[in-house]
């Protein structure tokens, strides 16, 4: 069964950082794409990032607003990616779910807070 | 501002039809980019519906229903259930964001 589970969302003040963990299983992790999508209260979706498989050249790209602070990285051995955020602004509040490349599978969401 | 516009909300009694729309232009849904479909319940995340345009996942009832034409795409819910209820969004990809792209949203209420 695909499982993706996020973690590391945290309450955390304006100009901080955090890093958020998606962990994998049920399927080939190295081939597949993955998708960071966020959520703010009451709004609706917005696609944050994406970084393709090793083998694919594991290429990274970015949406507009978060261009510039945000980075991801995967490691293959444990099946994990990671979002880092930077110089966060309170826009940032959200959800935060990762999803297989096509969107088809998304873990339960983790929760991040930029309030100061 | 969302690059795909949706109707805010739609209602409809059980059994009937409800069709939802989303508009896009000649940079997303016009270029030929597909268009996904999800379905949102609150506090959990989002289930794929429909994907490239038409074809259902295992496990969604041939209730729902995908097409496009042109810079727009549609998801039909026949039947209408009480299950059925949530946020219903579109997506595609729009290359002069170079970015994947959502609609709006859409509540659904089955009344």
């Known amino acids: 069964e695909v499982e993706l589970v996020e973690s590391g969302g945290s309450l955390i003040g304006p100009g901080g950082s955090l890093r958020l963990s998606c962990v994998a299983s049920g399927f080939p992790f190295t081939t597949v794409w993955i998708n960071w999508v966020r959520q703010a209260p009451g709004k609706g979706l917005e696609w944050v990032g994406r970084v393709k498989s090793e083998n694919q050249g594991g290429t990274i790209d970015f949406a507009a607003p978060v261009k510039g602070r945000f980075s991801i990285s995967r490691d293959d051995s444990r099946n994990t990616v990671f979002l880092q955020m930077d110089s966060l602004k309170i826009e940032d509040t959200g959800v935060y779910y990762c999803?297989?490349?096509?969107?088809?599978?998304w873990g339960q969401g983790t929760l991040v807070s930029v309030s100061s | 501002q969302s690059v795909l516009t949706q109707p805010p909300s739609l209602s409809g009694a059980p059994g009937q039809k409800v069709t939802i729309s989303c508009a896009g232009s000649s940079s997303n849904i016009g270029a030929g980019y597909a268009v996904h479909w999800y379905h949102q319940l609150p506090g959990t995340a989002p289930r794929l519906l429909i994907y490239?345009?038409?074809s259902r996942p295992s496990g969604v009832p041939d209730r729902f229903s995908g097409s496009k034409s042109g810079t727009s795409a549609s998801l039909a819910i026949t039947g209408l259930q009480a299950e059925d209820e949530g946020d219903y969004y579109c997506q595609s990809y729009d290359s002069r964001l170079s970015a994947y792209v959502f609609g709006s949203g859409t509540k659904v209420t089955v009344l």
């Open positions: 490239f345009d038409t």
């Open positions: 999803s297989t490349g096509g969107f088809d599978h």
